[in-house]
């Protein structure tokens, strides 16, 4: 830990539900034919250009609940109990997390709108209730209905502001109630780019034209109208999460304590309702923005190149904060990277992550199985092995895998997630992939969103940055597959996952599996 500083600082975390990377300030790094291009988050750009910008963030999960339990206890999901499932999932009290480690040391802590659910008790690992704060409401979760519906008496402008105003005032009401003199930690984690969504609302509430987004979609999705409209409302809704981040910065600068804390900008995975997204192990649902600002001790306008995953930021507010760090935290502080001066891959160690899967929707699969997956992912290849590659990665197709059955209404998919391939978000996009899966300029985009996959994957990602093409088998592939799969399962079996060191593991059985409890 750090010994130089005199007074302690603040912590400041907004981290977005549902939040891939999605900011303008990758526009530079990714080039014309990037999402981000299209958008504008300037104060993610500003603590970007103030601190450090990770060109290399991800997940420790991409289902919620796993991924937070992840970033609260500062391990990986699996060493969380039941922490490591979705729908069913419990804290354990027993294992420290950084925010009740650093109120133990006298700082304030509160959060607002979500910091780990569903899962009982909701936000336990935080405090549960006592330590929330949303006296002014939690309408930003629903930002663009609510500015929709209020854009007629109000106007746009006008609209987002009262959800503007609400995010203020909730942080007041944290801040009204800080003892003199402490320090301070504080979570916002906005909904709203969570499913669902207004559609039309990225135009109408933000001037992003979802035909500017022709020939930018992956290569994995079609280029239709439907889901270019789709991806162009939740670009929208990330939009709507920066202007809130807005928020916070310029009331931390009114009580004068903005560059006394620590800012970090994130989210817990990839766009939801989308196939190979959300709850995949594939770069779209578990890549993530990542940035930080803190002057005085992380230089400005840097960029890091290593790979990192979100765990890490429990010892790293740790660590920043003068508060010893607990060994059951296997993560490593992100401390040494923020503030050095060095730019590009700095820590010649962190050259990979390890990403995980267990179980998301409870009912996606019959017996309330799970779909276990672990990935190696480095600079220029991503190898995934799948532990069941006889169940549906998206979830049972209840007769969809059919291309010739009939498909349930068009708006029925939009908002029913539990229909069919339940651990994929109802969307426009998941109905009209279902509603065109037979078309022959479809099928393949379909299989790879929606079918089965064998048990290895790899990803020559320099040639193949949208992971289309399973090189996993092939000869002259064979050195880098097996040179990952052992590092893969030698850290699994450092880290005592279930899947490599338990027999029968115990995500196949109750309450990991199964029913759930009410």
Request: glycine share 8%.
């Amino acid at each position: 830990m750090s010994t130089i500083r005199e007074k302690r600082p603040n912590i400041l975390f907004a981290f977005a539900d549902d939040w891939g990377r999605y900011a303008s300030a990758y526009a530079q790094v990714e080039g014309d034919d990037s999402l981000n291009t299209l958008i504008d988050t300037p104060n993610f750009d500003r603590v970007a250009a103030e601190g450090a910008l990770f060109h290399n963030a991800f997940v420790p999960a991409p289902s919620c609940t796993p991924c937070r339990s992840s970033v609260l206890s500062g391990s990986y999901f699996w060493q969380t109990g039941l922490g490591a499932i979705l729908v069913g999932a419990v804290w354990d009290e027993s294992i420290p997390t950084y925010p009740l480690e650093l109120e133990k040391s006298g700082y304030h802590i509160g959060y607002t709108y979500k910091v780990w659910s569903p899962g009982r008790l909701a936000n336990a690992p935080y405090g549960g209730k006592r330590t929330q704060y949303e006296p002014a409401g939690n309408n930003y979760g629903q930002f663009s209905f609510y500015a929709t519906q209020h854009a007629a008496q109000h106007g746009v402008a006008g609209a987002k502001q009262l959800l503007y105003d609400e995010t203020r005032a909730n942080f007041d009401a944290f801040l009204a109630d800080r003892p003199e003199d402490a320090p301070f930690c504080y979570w916002w984690g906005p909904t709203n780019t969570h499913r669902r969504w207004q559609k039309g609302s990225g135009k109408a509430l933000w001037d992003i034209d979802p035909d500017d987004l022709t020939g930018k979609l992956p290569a994995f999705l079609p280029d239709v109208a439907d889901v270019r409209e789709d991806v162009a409302d939740y670009l929208g809704e990330c939009m709507a999460v920066d202007a809130g981040l807005g928020v916070l910065l310029q009331r931390l600068a009114q009580i004068g304590e903005l560059d006394n804390t620590l800012v970090v900008v994130s989210g817990d995975h990839g766009i939801p309702g989308f196939p190979r997204a959300k709850c995949n192990l594939y770069d779209i649902g578990c890549e993530v923005a990542l940035a930080a600002r803190w002057p005085g001790h992380i230089p400005p306008g840097r960029s890091i190149d290593d790979f990192v995953n979100l765990m890490d930021l429990a010892p790293t507010f740790l660590d920043a904060c003068d508060v010893p760090i607990p060994a059951s935290m296997t993560a490593r502080s992100l401390l040494p990277l923020l503030t050095g001066t060095a730019e590009g891959q700095i820590e010649t160690d962190r050259t990979f992550v390890v990403t995980g899967r267990e179980r998301h929707v409870h009912t996606a699969r019959a017996g309330m199985l799970p779909y276990p997956q672990r990935a190696m992912r480095t600079r220029d290849h991503l190898y995934i092995y799948n532990f069941a590659p006889d169940r549906w990665p998206a979830g049972d197709p209840c007769g969809l895998d059919d291309p010739q059955a009939s498909a349930p209404a068009f708006a029925d998919l939009e908002t029913d997630t539990m229909i069919c391939y339940a651990d994929l978000d109802a969307s426009p996009t998941k109905a009209w992939m279902i509603h065109h899966r037979a078309e022959a300029d479809v099928q393949r985009a379909f299989a790879l969103g929606f079918g089965l996959r064998p048990q290895e994957e790899l990803y020559d990602l320099a040639t193949d940055p949208d992971y289309l093409h399973n090189v996993a088998g092939q000869a002259q592939f064979a050195d880098v597959q097996a040179t990952l799969k052992d590092r893969l399962f030698a850290l699994l079996r450092q880290q005592r996952d279930p899947r490599v060191v338990e027999v029968p593991c115990r995500f196949e059985v109750p309450p990991y599996a199964g029913p759930v409890d009410a």
